[in-house]
């Protein structure tokens, strides 16, 4: 029987699998606090349907384009700069080999193994895949496993619009003397939902991290319907 324990993670691929799940996430709850926003504070100064799904839609569609563009750019930074090190860390290498065996000795050494230990490990790791061993024990890099922008951008997108339609749909669906109530239930409760996914992803407290989501979606959505409620009574729209 294996002696890797089935609960923890284990090989490649769990960078970026981490990457996608928080990309979603964020991206859900995103899409379900900004639409809901809008929408809510649209409700607060009329209750035309025609004027409530322009506004959904407009945000869900610059939301969803948002969110993926910036995960896209932000992710592919990240890659650039990891190729960068690892091109760097193979001419390292390739240049001057003794001097980088040496390295990887002293990092051993300073996880805890003695000298000689340390240099067998560091020998042994070299002869199997010398820049492998360098870029985990020096970078934290898997050169199998870098981010991958465009998994990321379309998770962000998709969660994005997965989460905004919840407001949407709570705003356009019950009758005009509901819509603001049941769309605070709906989007309190699906903050709730993906705090406690964020929480669970990162082995978090979740309760914590509930709390954190629906106060400040609470707090969003009575800032913007105050606000189009205002500007609904006083005749300005």
């Known amino acids: 029987m294996s002696a890797l324990h089935p609960q923890e993670p284990h090989g490649s691929?769990?960078?970026q699998r981490l990457n996608w799940l928080r990309a979603g996430v964020l991206g859900a709850n995103d899409g379900i606090v900004s639409v809901a926003s809008l929408v809510v504070g649209v409700a607060g100064a009329t209750t035309d349907n025609a004027a409530l799904l322009i506004a959904g839609l407009a945000g869900l569609i610059g939301g969803a384009i948002s969110m993926a563009l910036g995960?896209?750019?932000?992710?592919?930074?990240?890659?650039?700069?990891?190729?960068?090190?690892?091109?760097?860390?193979?001419?390292?290498?390739?240049?001057?080999?003794?001097?980088?065996?040496?390295?990887?000795?002293?990092?051993?050494?300073?996880?805890?193994?003695?000298?000689?230990?340390a240099h067998q490990v560091a020998v042994e790791l070299t002869a199997?895949?010398?820049?492998?061993?360098h870029l985990e024990v020096e970078l934290g890099i898997d050169?199998?496993?870098?981010?991958?922008?465009?998994?990321?951008?379309?998770?962000?997108?998709i969660a994005f619009t997965a989460g905004a339609i919840l407001p949407l749909l709570a705003i356009l669906l019950p009758p005009p003397a509901w819509r603001v109530p049941v769309t605070f239930v709906a989007v309190l409760v699906a903050l709730a939902a993906t705090g406690?996914?964020?929480?669970?992803?990162?082995?978090?407290?979740a309760v914590r991290a509930s709390l954190r989501l629906v106060i400040g979606g609470a707090l969003a959505l009575v800032a913007t319907w105050l606000i189009g409620t205002l500007l609904g009574t006083t005749g300005v729209v």
């Open 13 to 15: 691929g769990l960078g």
């Open 71 to 117: 995960e896209y750019v932000s992710v592919s930074s990240q890659r650039d700069s990891e190729r960068a090190l690892i091109a760097k860390e193979r001419e390292e290498l390739r240049t001057m080999p003794e001097a980088e065996l040496a390295e990887l000795t002293e990092l051993y050494k300073q996880r805890g193994l003695s000298e000689q230990t």
């Open 128 to 133: 199997h895949d010398a820049l492998a061993a």
């Open 143 to 157: 050169q199998d496993d870098l981010v991958n922008p465009w998994h990321a951008a379309l998770s962000s997108a």
């Open 196 to 205: 406690a996914l964020s929480a669970r992803i990162g082995g978090s407290n």
